[in-house]
């Protein structure tokens, strides 16, 4: 799995109501609630030559990353950043 290259990060595919998506750098995005408490990530990636969507979010009290889980749907992605 490769990080698609270095360019802007457009804005993101899919909306889902009581969530902003933010574009940051390099194929992420930030995930917050209205009030702007972060949920988590979502990163665009390439497998085998085609974009997935990687969902994460920080580990409690650390600063590490989890992957919640990768998906074909952008929505998919963006569905598991709200409910979990």
């Known amino acids: 799995m490769t990080k698609l290259g270095l ?3 457009p804005d993101y595919p899919v909306r889902r109501a009581g969530v902003q998506v933010v574009p940051l ?3 992420r995005w930030r995930v917050t609630r209205g009030q702007g408490q ?3 990530y ?3 990636v ?3 030559g085609a ?3 990687q969902s994460k979010r920080m580990r409690h009290g650390t600063a590490q990353m989890v992957v919640l889980g990768e998906f074909d749907s952008p929505g ?3 569905d598991m950043v709200r409910w979990v």
Do not use: H, K, Q
């Open 7 to 9: 360019r802007p990060t």
């Open 25 to 27: 750098a390099n194929l």
């Open 38 to 40: 972060v949920l988590g």
């Open 42 to 44: 979502v990163d665009e």
């Open 46 to 48: 390439e497998v085998a």
């Open 51 to 53: 974009p997935r969507w």
């Open 76 to 78: 998919d992605a963006l």
